[in-house]
């Protein structure tokens, strides 16, 4: 039985990365996403629970675990549960 997946775009579209999905997507289009360090600029990538995202927002380089794929664009504390920030280890 395969993994469970989701579209690398929907996935950002829950995580509240951008207000639409076809932001998420134009966003991936233009690069600058690694997944599990390998580059990517297709919305359509699968992420799995456990991938790595790495991707420059901003001034920062955010690199996110995936903890969980989402059922739905939730409110801001039910976004933050779908990954954890490894840029910033808890406690620190």
């Not at 794929?69 to 039910?78: A, H, I, S, V």
């Not at 779908?82 to 840029?87: F, G, I, K, T």
Request: hydrophobic residues 40%; proline residues 9%; charged residues 30%.
């Amino acid at each position: 039985m395969p993994e469970p997946a989701i579209r690398l775009d929907t996935w950002l579209w829950q995580a509240r990365l951008a207000k639409t999905r076809a932001l998420c997507s134009r966003l991936v289009e233009q690069g600058g996403f690694r997944l599990n360090r390998q580059p990517t600029d297709k919305p359509h990538a699968r992420l799995r629970v456990g991938d790595v995202l790495t991707f420059a927002w901003g001034e920062e380089v955010r690199v996110w675990r995936i903890l969980a794929l989402g059922t739905r664009r939730g409110p801001p504390e039910e976004a933050r549960a779908l990954y954890e920030d490894l840029r910033n280890p808890p406690g620190t």
